[in-house]
């Protein structure tokens, strides 16, 4: 594409970054309120136990404490009530189940009550004084356990056992299709539930008033989800509920789902004072949402040109607690980056008694995309073809039909791999021994959702941008970038603010990829509302039925004015100009990742070293390259440390053993070298700019390329990740 | 709850006195009691390095000192880096390099860096990392922050010779 | 005509068959149609969960989304993300 822009695809310090790097800017735990009090949750030790009796006299007893609350205090749950929040439906009494256990706990740190006391000692005090009778039940804590049967129920009422659900995608004919082929690989691999690790813990500051309004402050994705989940546990309508959003310490899919607002709504309304809660990390690892461990099966044949024939999958995800694995997206990207005719794929929903999974950076899809790709990686030796070749020759394109149904539109599956392909990377010779290169791809959908923005213009010819998307990495300055962009502007000419829910109109969540797509969108179209205002101005002014407006500057009739001189005219020529717009936009453009990764292994410690990485995306259009390079840059440092170190270590008893940062082990900065960035631009169609969204696609590729890498650098294929000494040894 | 006790320290610059149970952390009196938030709560276990402070002379977890600890010690928090309103070179090289995205660790990451280029001027790659594996950053993979901490190195303290 | 597929596990309702050709201008005369064919289908078409394509793109319209003569409507896992 040969158009230029002004602004996009330039580097301007972000809005919100002198409060960031001064401490200036208030994130959840920061709020202080008059009188407000602070909160702790008691969690089960048990993974699986009924609750025989809770006995809160004791902690209600305790000088300090002003509230405790159980389930029982929150309205009961029709059994089959589905909430909307915009996001997909949720079962009401899963999302109240998880809040605060009632009848049974279903796992080692599920909530089962909650004080509110002067100080968070005191109230950690009083929480410890709550007697609870438990009758343990055994417990089950992998997919393939709990469809075996005899396993442990979790849920009574689910029709499987412990399947929630199941998924099925079937496209021509297998049987003829692995007949075809030359070559077959089959390969079954595990992954281990891993958490997003969200630096800032999970927070939320509630007050109800006496006239039954509540006011939540919290860290979150989505201040609306936030608010409409709220609501829903506590039975009162969404307008009863205003949530003004603080700034966020990181997500990644962790901070969609409400834990703590609910609760803090409920010990407020007992308390009659503003109430605080903060998660410990242990809390964040035990009680909140990491994303699923699984088991995934894949098996490909090709035959001797190299063309996939035949591929079928069979994916089991580990939910948690309650239904919703992710393993939908899984099934549907397990071989979405090629173009396959006869394909199956099958996967199963399966609930164990770990904490209730959540998004993490494209959910479902590295599990999936680690058999796909290691197996490619097998059939591209066995074959002896390039494994970024065998890629090519079946990379999907614009029209290549996915199992799931749709055809794509517009994708750069192709323009990745050849990025790799000519990287400097891949070009590079390794450095000697027990080094080993691999590579892989993923796709992510992204997503769209609905978004609204209001641009008001100043008499100076700035512009106020009003949005509702919680900014997790940039977001402020990718918006005013494109209303900047569609009037004329400098980046620094917009003003953001992101505000609360009672202020601007519905705003799904910063998530999905979706916010530099469909915020912007609503961005863009609030500018050109702006944009036809002004000229109607303008045209008021010249007496002139035509303005046109380019490059900031209105002209008719051989008169011009800039976009800040009309702007210093506003009030004489009708009044000020404040425009919004809402979408729920189609168009969303799904974005492929690539990278390269070069290890190295100590064969006698097992202990892997990264030696270079090259991360490769299509943005579509890259609005602020600085902030796409730390998307892909980050979702790769966290692929790295998923294939590698990560995972929830259990025992027996379903009780997590590395709760903390020190034994959960995420890479530090000494643990990866510079991650080297190449942005591909494949524009969206759906979008004015060509944005797809790059915040989830780049964590697909790591897990397989690391297995690949390794097997390059051990002979080894390993089959469990994470691919940690031990599992190197094969110990 | 225990009686409280009298802290007289300096915090940027400015004697600060104020009242605090012997239980609580550095951490929690600089948020809760002091005012300063600034500094971040990651962990409260010491393997995060977002509560990072200047205490006397060495850099801490300020989660694991007790509040009465640092009583006649000069504290440096990340609200002290600034002079006025002039970022430190450290502040502005993190925005000019995209250093952060949430920012919740970029007050440790900045106090710890300033530490580091006052030992090392010219810090290699390798002795930033290693200087820096104290401090987790879930967003950004570390490569921004290393080149951001290396070029203000440079605007602080000159080319390398 | 419309083409709308099932989804693999809904083809229990329809014996086994895979795709249909219905008329109507919209995702819900189409379903009105496959249910008078089908009685009972259309809850397992709309139902949490799923989320409906028309020509290839996820619509937030649901069963209101117009729908062309040689449209595509196919009922997939809905997305969200991270
Ligand atoms: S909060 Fe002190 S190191 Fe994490
Ligand atoms: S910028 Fe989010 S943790 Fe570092």
């Not at chain 1, 995309?369 to 059939?379: C, G, K, M, Q």
């Amino acid at each position: 594409m040969s158009t230029t822009y002004n602004v996009i695809g330039t580097r301007p310090i972000r809005h919100d970054g002198a409060d960031k790097v001064t401490g200036r800017a208030l994130y959840g735990a920061d709020l202080q309120l008059a009188r407000m009090i602070h909160g702790a949750v008691l969690r089960s030790p048990h993974a699986h136990a009924r609750i025989l009796r809770i006995d809160t006299s004791k902690a209600e007893a305790l000088p300090g404490v002003f509230a405790v609350v159980t389930a029982a205090d929150f309205p009961p749950a029709p059994a089959d009530k589905i909430v909307d929040f915009g996001e997909g439906d949720t079962l009401l009494s899963s999302l109240r189940g998880n809040i605060l256990a009632s009848g049974k706990v279903l796992y080692s740190g599920h909530a089962v009550a909650a004080v509110a006391a002067v100080n968070a000692h005191v109230a950690a005090e009083a929480a410890a004084l709550i007697e609870v009778d438990y009758e343990p039940l055994p417990c089950v804590l992998t997919a393939p356990e709990a469809m075996a049967p005899g396993a442990p129920i979790l849920h009574e009422n689910l029709p499987n056992g412990n399947v929630a659900e199941l998924i099925r995608y079937e496209m021509g004919d297998l049987a003829a299709g692995f007949a075809e082929a030359t070559v077959i690989v089959e390969r079954e691999l595990d992954t281990a539930t891993v958490h997003q690790g969200y630096i800032e813990p999970q927070n939320a500051t509630a007050f109800w008033s006496s006239d039954g309004r509540i006011h939540i402050w919290c860290s979150t994705q989505g201040s609306f989800v936030a608010r409409d989940a709220s609501a829903a546990v506590l039975d009162v309508p969404v307008s009863q509920v205003k949530v003004t959003p603080m700034e966020i310490g990181g997500g990644f899919g962790g901070k969609i789902n409400v834990y703590l607002e609910p609760v803090a709504a409920m010990l407020s309304k007992k308390a009659g004072r503003p109430v605080k809660l903060v998660m410990s990390r242990r809390d964040v690892f035990t009680g909140t949402g990491p994303t699923p461990g699984s088991r995934v099966r894949v098996k490909i044949g090709v035959n001797d040109a190299g063309k996939i024939t035949a591929a079928q999958a069979w994916l089991a995800y580990e939910a948690g607690a309650y239904p919703g694995a992710m393993v939908g997206p899984g099934a549907m990207t397990v071989f979405a980056c090629y173009d396959i005719e006869n394909v199956l794929i099958e996967g199963f929903d399966v609930v164990v008694n770990k904490p209730s999974t959540s998004a993490y950076r494209a959910p479902g899809a590295p599990n999936s995309a680690l058999a796909t790709e290691t197996v490619l990686d097998e059939i591209a030796e066995k074959l002896g073809i390039d494994p970024l070749e065998l890629r090519l020759r079946n990379a999907a394109k614009e029209g290549t039909r996915r199992a799931d149904g749709p055809r794509y539109k517009r994708i750069g599956c192709i323009e990745v791999l050849e990025a790799m392909k000519a990287s400097p990377q891949y070009n590079a010779p390794l450095p000697g021994p027990n080094c080993g290169r691999g590579v892989a791809i993923g796709f992510w959908f992204n997503a769209g959702l609905p978004s609204s923005a209001t641009l008001s213009v100043n008499a100076d010819g700035t512009v106020n941008l009003i949005e509702g998307s919680t900014d997790i990495g940039g977001s402020r300055t990718s918006l005013s970038m494109q209303a900047a962009e569609v009037l004329g502007l400098r980046a620094e000419d917009i003003h953001p603010t992101i505000v609360d829910t009672d202020s601007v109109g519905y705003t799904g969540v910063t998530g999905g990829s979706r916010t530099t797509f469909a915020t912007g969108l609503a961005v863009h179209d609030a500018a050109q509302m702006v944009v036809e205002q002004m000229k109607a101005r303008a045209a008021r002014l010249w007496a002139v039925d035509e303005v046109s407006f380019s490059n900031g500057t209105f002209s008719a009739n051989g008169q011009s004015l800039t976009f800040a001189q009309l702007a210093a005219q506003l009030g004489a020529t009708g009044g000020p100009v404040s425009c919004s717009a809402t979408v729920n936009p189609k168009g969303v453009g799904g974005s492929i990742a690539g990278l390269i990764i070069d290890v190295k292994v100590d064969p006698e410690t097992g202990k892997t070293d990264v030696l270079r990485v090259t991360s490769v995306q299509d943005a579509g259009k890259a609005i602020h390259p600085a902030y796409v390079e730390g998307q892909m840059q980050g979702g790769t440092a966290q692929g790295i440390g998923w294939a590698l170190n990560e995972e929830y270590f259990m025992d027996a008893d379903g009780d997590m053993r590395n709760g903390s940062y020190l034994d959960y082990r995420m890479p530090t900065a000494l643990d990866l070298p510079m991650i080297e960035t190449i942005i591909v631009e494949v524009p969206n169609p759906g979008h004015p700019f060509g944005v797809r969204g790059v915040g989830e696609a780049n964590i697909v590729p790591p897990l397989a390329a690391v297995a690949n890498a390794l097997y390059r650098a051990t002979g080894k294929r390993l089959n469990r990740v994470p691919m940690n000494p031990a599992t190197i040894l094969g110990l | 709850m225990s009686a409280k006790v009298q802290v007289q320290t300096t915090i940027n610059n400015e004697p600060v006195e104020f009242l605090c149970e012997p239980r609580q952390s550095l951490l929690e009196c600089l948020r809760d009691i002091v005012g300063l938030t600034g500094t971040k709560e990651g962990c409260g276990d010491g393997n995060c390095g977002s509560c990072t402070v200047k205490l006397g002379d060495r850099i801490v977890t300020s989660c694991l000192v007790l509040g009465v600890e640092a009583a006649g010690e000069s504290i440096t928090t990340v609200e002290g880096l600034a002079h006025g309103s002039t970022l430190h070179p450290l502040q502005k090289a993190f925005l000019d390099h995209a250093a952060l995205q949430c920012g919740i660790c970029t007050p440790g990451f900045l106090i710890a860096a300033d530490a580091l280029l006052q030992k090392h001027p010219h810090p290699t790659e390798e002795q930033t990392r290693f200087w820096l594996s104290n401090n987790l950053c879930r967003c950004t993979g570390y490569d921004k922050i290393i080149r951001a901490v290396q070029a203000a190195a440079i605007e602080i303290n000159g080319a390398a010779q | 005509m419309a083409t709308v597929f099932f989804p693999t596990l809904v083809r229990q309702q329809t014996g086994g068959l895979a795709q249909i050709e219905v008329a109507g201008a919209t995702v819900g005369e189409l379903i009105i149609g496959i249910e008078a064919r089908f009685p009972g289908i259309s809850k397992h078409l709309l139902r949490p969960n799923l989320a409906i394509s028309v020509d290839d793109e996820v619509t937030p319209l649901g069963v209101l989304e117009p729908v062309r003569p040689d449209s595509e409507v196919h009922f997939i896992a809905a997305i969200s993300g991270g």
